[in-house]
C-alpha cells in the first residue's frame, strides 16, 4: 500500500507577551530561526494586537454593541446567546473578533488595525534573519517559509471551535484540482482545497484554548508550494459572489 506524507508539527511555549513588545524579536528568542526553513509558522492574532496595543479598558467603552459595528468589515446584526454576527477580514465571526480570553488587564483585545501589513511586516523581518542565518551556514539560497496569522472560530451546525487563517505570506493558499481527474477519468470542474486554513486548523488545535502558552506552531507539510502569489486573488471572495449570500441575508434580515 503507498503511503503519503502527513502534515506534522509542535506547538512552542513561549514567555507571556508584554502589550508593546517587539513581535519579531519576540518570535526570535522562542524558535531556532534555521527551524524556519521548509515550515510553516503559524501566529495567534492576539500575539499582533498585544504588540500594537490593540486593547481597550472595558470601563471605556460604553456600548460594545458600537464598537462592534465599528471593528466590523460587514455587521450583520444581533444574533441568539446575546452575540453580534460580523464579518472581519473575510471571516465570520461573532464581536468582530473582539475578545476579553487571555488579556492581561481583563480588556477588550482588538483585531490588529491591518493584518495584512503586519504579516508582511513581520515576514520580511524574518525573511532577512533566515538569509543570514542560511549564508553564515555555507547555505546560498533564498528562504522558503510561510507565515500564517490564525484565529479560533466557530461554524454553523458544528459545535466547539476551529482554526481559520486570518492571513498569510510566502506560500499559496490553494491547491487548485480543476482540470485534475477523479477516480473514474471525469474532469474536476470546481475542485480547490483551502491549504491555509487546513493549516491553521492544525496550528490552532496544537495550540490550545486556554491557558497553554503555546501561540506558536511550526508546521512541515509535503505539498505546500512556497513562494509569493497573491493571496487575496486567489483566496478571497467577494461578499455578494460568496455561495452563502443568500442564507446570510435571509437570516439577519439586513442587508449585505
Not at 9 to 18: D, R, W
Not at 219 to 246: H, N
Request: hydrophobic share 40%; net charge negative.
Amino acid at each position: 500500500m503507498k503511503k503519503k506524507l502527513a502534515i506534522s508539527g509542535f506547538s512552542i511555549e513561549t514567555e507571556k507577551m508584554k502589550i508593546g513588545e517587539e513581535l519579531g524579536q519576540f518570535i526570535l528568542s522562542h524558535i531556532d530561526i534555521a527551524e524556519l526553513e521548509g515550515s510553516v509558522l503559524c501566529i495567534a492574532t492576539k500575539l499582533f494586537s498585544l504588540a500594537e496595543s490593540r486593547l481597550l479598558k472595558i470601563s471605556d467603552v460604553s456600548s460594545k454593541k458600537d464598537l462592534i459595528i465599528q471593528e466590523s468589515d460587514v455587521y450583520l446584526g444581533e444574533i441568539e446567546y446575546g452575540c453580534h454576527l460580523s464579518i472581519k477580514e473575510g471571516l465570520l465571526l461573532p464581536s468582530a473578533g473582539i475578545d476579553e480570553s487571555n488579556s492581561p488587564n481583563g480588556d477588550y483585545i482588538l483585531y490588529p488595525k491591518d493584518p495584512k501589513k503586519s504579516l508582511i511586516q513581520l515576514y520580511e523581518f524574518l525573511e532577512n534573519e533566515l538569509s543570514l542565518e542560511l549564508s553564515n551556514s555555507g547555505i546560498k539560497k533564498n528562504p522558503s517559509f510561510g507565515l500564517l496569522m490564525v484565529d479560533s472560530h466557530t461554524k454553523p451546525l458544528r459545535r466547539g471551535v476551529v482554526g481559520a487563517a486570518v492571513c498569510g505570506k510566502g506560500f499559496s493558499p490553494i491547491e487548485d484540482h480543476v482540470g485534475q481527474l477523479d477516480l473514474f477519468g471525469r474532469e474536476l470542474k470546481m475542485t480547490r482545497i483551502n491549504v491555509a486554513d487546513a493549516l491553521a486548523q492544525t496550528g490552532v488545535f496544537l495550540m490550545g484554548e486556554g491557558n497553554d502558552q503555546t501561540p506558536l506552531v511550526l508546521l512541515k507539510a509535503p505539498r505546500v508550494k512556497f513562494g509569493e502569489c497573491d493571496w487575496d486573488e486567489l483566496w478571497s471572495i467577494p461578499l455578494k459572489e460568496d455561495l452563502y449570500r443568500p442564507l446570510l441575508e435571509k437570516s439577519m434580515k439586513t442587508d449585505v
